[in-house]
C-alpha cells in the first residue's frame, strides 16, 4: 500500500537497551522527519532528512540517531534509552521539495515507553 | 515566550456553531502557517495552509493569517460532532533549516 509507516505502533524498552523506530514511505518523498509528542510540549523535532545520506539536527536530538541509506527509510535509533524518553513518535514525509510551504503527511506513529 | 502559542482548551461549541481557533507565533519574519486536526490516538493530518494575509476557505474551513499581528486563526463553520479534535497550529520560521515549530493545539468539543 501506498503511504508512511511506522513499526512497531508500540514498544515497551528498559532502561539503557538500544531500540530502533522504523519508518517507510512509499512515494519517494526528498524530505522525511522524526519528531516525538509529549502532553504539555507538543510535537517537537527530532531529525530530519533532505535526501539519500543528508540528515540534520532538530530541535532535541540528544540520544538519538538517524540513517537514511535509502530514500524510502529513515529508522531512528535511541542508543541507550532513558525513561525522559517515553513518548510518540511521528515519522512524517513531504510531497514537494519545499516542506515548509506544502506540509507534512504523517505516519501513524510509535508509542514507546521506557521502564 | 513559546514560539507558537495557542489555549489548550477544551473549546466546547454547539454543533452547527462556529468554531474559533487562535494561534499566535514570536517569529515576525514567519513564512508559512499550518493547521492540522488530530484525533484522539491518532496522527496528525494537514486540514489547511496559508501564506499571504487574508482569508483561505476551503469548504468549511476558513484560515485567516494577519502577519501585522502575529496571528492565525482557523474558523469551522457547522461544527460537527465529527471535528472533535485537537488542532496544531505549525508555522515555518525564518530559520536556515527546515523547521517547522507546533503549537500545544487546542482540543476542540464539538456538543450534539
Known amino acids: 500500500d501506498a503511504g508512511i509507516t511506522q513499526s512497531p505502533r508500540y514498544k515497551i524498552t528498559e532502561t539503557g537497551r538500544q531500540v530502533t523506530l522504523m519508518c517507510h514511505q512509499t512515494?519517494?518523498?526528498?524530505?522525511m522527519f522524526w519528531y516525538r509528542q509529549d502532553l504539555g510540549h507538543g510535537l517537537r523535532l527530532i531529525y530530519y532528512?533532505?535526501?539519500?545520506?543528508?540528515?540534520d539536527k532538530g530541535e532535541v536530538p540528544d540520544g538519538y540517531v538517524v540513517s537514511r541509506s535509502k530514500t524510502e527509510n529513515f529508522p531512528l535509533t535511541l542508543e541507550s534509552a532513558t525513561r525522559s524518553q517515553t513518548s510518540v513518535y511521528f515519522c512524517?514525509?513531504?510531497?514537494?521539495?519545499?516542506?515548509?510551504?506544502?506540509?507534512?503527511?504523517f505516519g501513524s506513529g510509535t508509542r514507546l515507553t521506557v521502564v | 515566550q513559546k514560539e507558537v502559542e495557542q489555549n489548550s482548551g477544551p473549546l466546547s461549541v454547539p454543533e452547527g456553531a462556529i468554531a474559533s481557533l487562535n494561534c499566535t507565533y514570536s517569529?515576525?519574519?514567519?513564512?508559512?502557517f499550518f493547521w492540522y486536526r488530530q484525533y484522539s490516538g491518532k496522527s496528525p493530518e494537514l486540514i489547511m495552509s496559508?501564506?499571504?494575509?487574508g482569508d483561505k476557505e476551503d469548504g468549511r474551513f476558513t484560515a485567516q493569517l494577519n502577519k501585522a499581528s502575529q496571528y492565525v486563526s482557523l474558523l469551522i463553520r457547522d461544527s460537527q460532532p465529527s471535528d472533535s479534535a485537537t488542532y496544531l497550529c505549525?508555522?515555518?520560521?525564518?530559520?536556515?533549516?527546515?523547521?517547522?515549530?507546533f503549537g500545544i493545539g487546542t482540543k476542540l468539543q464539538v456538543i450534539p
Open positions: 517569529d515576525r519574519g514567519s513564512q508559512s
Open positions: 532528512s533532505a535526501a539519500a545520506d543528508i540528515t
Open positions: 496559508i501564506y499571504s494575509n
Open positions: 512515494w519517494s518523498h526528498s524530505y
Open positions: 512524517a514525509s513531504s510531497e514537494l521539495n519545499t516542506p515548509q510551504r506544502y506540509g507534512y503527511t
Open positions: 505549525a508555522v515555518k520560521g525564518s530559520g536556515g533549516y527546515q523547521k517547522v515549530t
